[in-house]
T-cell receptor, first 112, second 112 residues
Framework: GQQLNQSPQSMFIQEGEDVSMNCTSS?????WLWYKQDPGEGPVLLIA?????ELTSNGRLTAQFGITRKDSFLNISASIPSDVGIYFC????????????FGQGTRLTINP | EAQVTQNPRYLITVTGKKLTVTCSQN?????MSWYRQDPGLGLRQIYY???????DKGDVPEGYKVSRKEKRNFPLILESPSPNQTSLYFC???????????FGPGTRLTVL
């Protein structure tokens, strides 16, 4: 089946640093979603993107829908301890097709 | 509060003993789905439903059954659980128009 390549797999940063992660695909996606999962909890939707080139912010988080429609990026500015968790990208390859494809996740660890 | 609920949150059972994990959402979502999450394998879709009485297989449906008799409920049934079904299970729901899936808190299942 279709796969998303998410990188990096893990990040170890200092509090206050900015974070960047991305997802790429070999095929075109019409929707990109970014989720965060805290330990023992379900993924929580952070940002949804629907148009190529779209740049959307949610507080210190900013995500972009790549122009090629084959990638998406998530940036976190001025990281804080509660940003710790696993971040997943997810994409829908066809509008109307309800089968989300997930990336493998980026585990973010922050040293205070 | 808009939410997806799952029960039980934790379950330890033995091989072959039928079990049901319930999922309910109060957002009037048409779409519901079940995923399992395993280390190194990410989130994999088991079954999904696009509306009442409409269900379809995801990527890993073997050993599972679902039903969608009511819009708000989407139970996951394991007729004869086996140890390889030990996993963390998530239910999710969304409107068909937005594809933004909301996840439940998860059910951690151990099959001995």
């Amino acid at each position: 089946g279709q796969q998303l390549n998410q990188s990096p797999q893990s990040m170890f940063i200092q509090e206050g640093e900015d974070v960047s992660m991305n997802c790429t695909s070999s095929s075109i996606f019409n929707t990109w979603l970014w989720y965060k999962q805290d330990p023992g909890e379900g993924p929580v939707l952070l940002i949804a993107l629907y148009k190529a080139g779209e740049l959307t912010s949610n507080g210190r988080l900013t995500a972009q829908f790549g122009i090629t429609r084959k990638d998406s990026f998530l940036n976190i500015s001025a990281s804080i301890p509660s940003d710790v968790g696993i971040y997943f990208c997810a994409g829908l390859p066809l509008r109307g097709a309800q089968k989300l494809v997930f990336g493998q996740g980026t585990r973010l660890t922050i040293n205070p | 509060e808009a939410q997806v609920t799952q029960n039980p949150r934790y379950l330890i059972t033995v091989t072959g003993k039928k079990l049901t994990v319930t999922c309910s959402q109060n957002m009037n979502h048409e779409y519901m789905s079940w995923y399992r999450q395993d280390p190194g394998l990410g989130l994999r879709q088991i079954y999904y439903s696009m509306n009442v009485e409409v269900t379809d297989k995801g990527d890993v449906p073997e050993g599972y059954k679902v039903s969608r008799k009511e819009k708000r409920n989407f139970p996951l049934i394991l007729e004869s659980p086996s140890p390889n079904q030990t996993s963390l299970y998530f239910c999710a729901s969304s409107f068909l128009a937005t594809n933004e899936q909301f996840f439940g808190p998860g059910t951690r299942l151990t099959v001995l």
